[in-house]
């Protein structure tokens, strides 16, 4: 078995800050994800990278930025926060990344003051 | 565009009875992937069972089925002899069999497993 491990768990940042949100996997999977959940709604992707160093824009990209340096790490950057994204930011991994099972961390909550 | 629509907004039932959450999907695709994943209340997000498209026969996997029409782009979840712990919310999602890797989820329905 593995484990996704983000960090931190919980965030909080002032408007206009840039905020950075970790993720590591010890699957060795290929693809890794970052979604976020607005309170009461599903998850809509942001980012998404299929091997390391490569970078797939999700439905929702605009004011983030994603780093894929390592095959184990992705993490995602809040450009500029600002207080209609306070939400949860889920990151998840799976095999190949084609209509593999995903696997989530437990996510990082983001609040913005 | 590929769309997820789960149109309970909540379902209230008594334990050891059967459920179903409706879930009905858009695609162009001629082939794609259905799933659907538990998220409890301390927030962890599993995989439940997945419907691929090219499969007539409806997927099982302990206590969950699916109710697969395709004709109607409609993917149910059925669980049968509901238990407390099977409270959640309950996320349908749809993969495309395209390069980009894409999963789209539904909005989600709780579900509330009385005594």
């Known amino acids: 078995g593995g484990i996704i491990t983000q960090t931190p768990k919980f965030l909080i940042g002032q408007e206009g800050q840039k905020l950075t949100l970790k993720c590591q996997q010890n699957f060795n999977h290929d693809t890794m994800y970052w979604y976020r959940q607005d309170s009461g709604k599903g998850l809509r992707l942001i980012y998404y990278?299929?091997?390391?160093?490569?970078?797939q824009k999700g439905d929702l990209s605009e004011g983030y930025d994603a780093s894929r340096e390592k095959k184990s790490s992705f993490s995602l950057t809040v450009t500029s926060a600002q207080k209609n994204e306070m939400a949860v930011f889920l990151c998840?991994?799976?095999?190949?990344?084609?209509?593999?099972?995903?696997?989530f961390g437990s996510g990082t909550r983001l609040t913005v003051l | 565009a590929q769309k997820v629509t789960q149109t309970q907004t909540s379902i209230s039932v008594v334990e050891k009875t059967t459920v179903t959450m409706d879930c009905v999907y858009e695609?162009?695709?001629?082939?794609?992937?259905l799933f659907w994943y538990k998220q409890t209340a301390s927030g962890e997000i599993v995989f439940l069972i997945r419907?691929?498209?090219?499969?007539?026969e409806n997927a099982t996997v302990g206590h969950y089925s699916l109710n697969f029409q395709k004709p109607k782009s409609s993917i149910g979840l059925i669980i049968t002899a509901t238990q407390i712990e099977d409270s959640a919310v309950y996320f349908c999602?749809?993969?495309?069999?395209?390069?980009?890797?894409?999963?789209?989820f539904g909005d989600g329905t709780v579900l509330t497993v009385k005594p």
């Open positions: 998840a991994s799976s095999i190949r990344g084609r209509a593999e099972t995903l696997y």
């Open positions: 419907q691929d498209s090219y499969k007539k």
């Open positions: 990278s299929i091997t390391e160093n490569d970078l």
């Open positions: 999602a749809m993969f495309h069999n395209t390069n980009t890797g894409k999963l789209t």
């Open positions: 695609t162009r695709d001629s082939s794609y992937f």
